[in-house]
C-alpha cells in the first residue's frame, strides 16, 4: 500500500508505505531511509482500515482503530536530509500509486449514518457523509429495508433522506451504499416512529 500526500500545484510532500509480508513493515516518505516493522499490536483481520494523519510535525497511523505509528518528524528520527522542506508543505490531497492493489477498504476512512426517533406526524432527515476518501464516490444509494428508494449520482460526498408526515410505516432499518470504483461500503441505522400523547382536560 502506498500513499502520497500533494500540495496544491501537485508536488509531492511526504508518503507512507506499507508492505503485508511475512513481517509487516512501513516507510514514511522523505524521512526513512529503510522499512521498519509494524507493531505487534497490527490487528488480525483480513480486512484493515486505516486511518492516516499528516501533519508538519508528525505521522499518526491507525489500524482498525488500533494505533500503530505515532512519529514526531525530527532530525534525529529522519535520514533524509531536506525532510523538513517536503513536510512543512500545505496539502491539498492524497491518493494511491498507480499500480496499488488496497481494496476501497483501504481508502474511505468513515462513512457517517445517524438515527432518529421521530414523533408520529413530524419530519426529520437522514444524512449520509462520507470523510476521509481518495475520490469522490461514484454513488450513494438509499434503501429502507430490502426496498430500493433513490440514487444520487454526481460524486456526492452526502445525500439527504428527507422523512415528511412521518407514520409508523417509516420506522424501519435504512441503508446507504457507497460506490467507489464499483466497490461498495454500507452503513446502517434504524429509525422509530413514536405516537402522540394527547392528554386530556
Given amino acids: 500500500m502506498r500513499v502520497y500526500f500533494q500540495d496544491d500545484n501537485g508536488n509531492v510532500a511526504g508518503g507512507f508505505f506499507v508492505h503485508f509480508q511475512q513481517t509487516p513493515s512501513y516507510w514514511v516518505r522523505y524521512c526513512s531511509t529503510s522499512y521498519k516493522p509494524l507493531p505487534d499490536n497490527l490487528p488480525k483481520e483480513q480486512n484493515k482500515l ?3 494523519k499528516r501533519t508538519d510535525k508528525g505521522l499518526k497511523v491507525t489500524c482498525n482503530g488500533v494505533t500503530v505509528v505515532d512519529e514526531v518528524l525530527s532530525e534525529q528520527l529522519c ?3 531536506d525532510w523538513r522542506s517536503y513536510w512543512s508543505r500545505e496539502i491539498s490531497q492524497f491518493y494511491f500509486h498507480t499500480y496499488d492493489t488496497a481494496s476501497i477498504s483501504y481508502r474511505i476512512t468513515e462513512i457517517t449514518l445517524p438515527g432518529f426517533t421521530l414523533a ?11 470523510s476521509d476518501f481518495s475520490s ?10 430490502d426496498s430500493r428508494i433513490r440514487v444520487d449520482t454526481g460524486s ?3 445525500s439527504v433522506l428527507e422523512l415528511d408526515s412521518v407514520s409508523p410505516s417509516d420506522a424501519s432499518s435504512y441503508f446507504c ?4 470504483d464499483g466497490n461498495v461500503m454500507r ?6 416512529v413514536v405516537g402522540l400523547t394527547v392528554t386530556p382536560p
Avoid: H, M, N
Avoid at 408520529?120 to 462520507?130: H, Q
Avoid at 452503513?187 to 422509530?192: G, P
Fill in 79 to 81: 535520514g533524509y536530509s
Fill in 136 to 145: 469522490p464516490p461514484d454513488s450513494i444509494t438509499w434503501y429502507k429495508g
Fill in 120 to 130: 408520529e406526524g413530524g419530519s426529520g432527515a437522514l444524512t449520509c457523509s462520507v
Fill in 187 to 192: 452503513a446502517s441505522t434504524q429509525v422509530v
Fill in 50 to 52: 486505516w486511518r492516516i
Fill in 177 to 180: 451504499d457507497v460506490s467507489i
Fill in 156 to 158: 456526492p460526498t452526502s
